[in-house]
């Protein structure tokens, strides 16, 4: 029905930058939370970012200031500017969106939908 697909994974030394993108396509009506979520080898999945349909943003711990998320209503989008990127940033990062779609039956529901991952490789 609905889906997000991640895209600007990469490789980047540190102290480097790098631009995440992930879209939304399908039947929707509307989304809420849009989010960045990343997992590390041997780790268990973290937030990295989050911002509602408000517009409010929060950030985990380990963040300081280097990455900011911005969404894009109208094209269902949501970016992860990362900056002065370190090698523990290595990770797949997910994109996860809470979004309110049109079923087949005309029905209105809503989904907890996360991509399929790109992977960010920070080099020392």
């Known amino acids: 029905q609905v889906q997000v697909v991640e895209s600007g994974g990469g490789l980047v030394q540190a102290g480097g930058s790098l631009r995440l993108s992930c879209a939304a396509s399908?039947?929707?009506?509307?989304?809420?939370?849009m989010g960045w979520y990343r997992q590390a080898p041997g780790k268990q999945r973290e937030l990295v970012a989050i911002v509602t349909s408000g517009g409010s943003a929060n950030y985990g711990n380990f963040v300081k200031g280097r990455f900011t998320i911005s969404r894009d209503d109208a094209k269902s989008t949501v970016n992860l500017q990362m900056n002065s990127a370190v090698p523990e940033d290595t990770a797949v990062y997910y994109c996860?969106?809470?979004?309110?779609?049109?079923?087949?039956?005309?029905?209105?529901?809503?989904?907890?939908?996360w991509g399929k991952g790109t992977l960010v490789t920070v080099s020392a």
């Open positions: 399908g039947s929707i009506l509307s989304i809420h939370d």
């Open positions: 996860q969106m809470d979004i309110w779609y049109r079923s087949d039956s005309g029905a209105t529901r809503v989904m907890d939908v």
